[in-house]
């Protein structure tokens, strides 16, 4: 595993699951990953990543959650027209 490598992120558009608004968020290094669920910022799946780098992510997550959102809603937006 090669910490120097480029951290990917990648979000889905907003998401109804049992009623709630949600963003699935995918972290990618390498080979390892991790998954986690908006507006919770907790990492749900991880492989590779360290407690440390978890939590990390996850202080991220909390931090950029309204900007996260609103890219999501973009996303959503584009998928109507289609």
């Not at 595993?1 to 709630?20: P, V």
Request: a neutral charge; proline letters at 1%; one cysteine or more.
């Amino acid at each position: 595993m090669n910490r120097d490598e480029e951290l990917k992120m990648t979000h889905s558009g907003i998401l109804t699951k049992k009623g709630k608004r949600q963003v699935c968020v995918r972290f990618e290094r390498g080979s390892d990953m991790a998954e986690a669920d908006l507006p919770a910022c907790k990492v749900t799946k991880s492989q590779g990543f360290t407690a440390e780098e978890i939590a990390g992510l996850e202080e991220y997550l909390a931090a950029q959650n309204d900007i996260i959102f609103e890219k999501a809603k973009a996303i959503s937006s584009i998928r109507h027209w289609l």
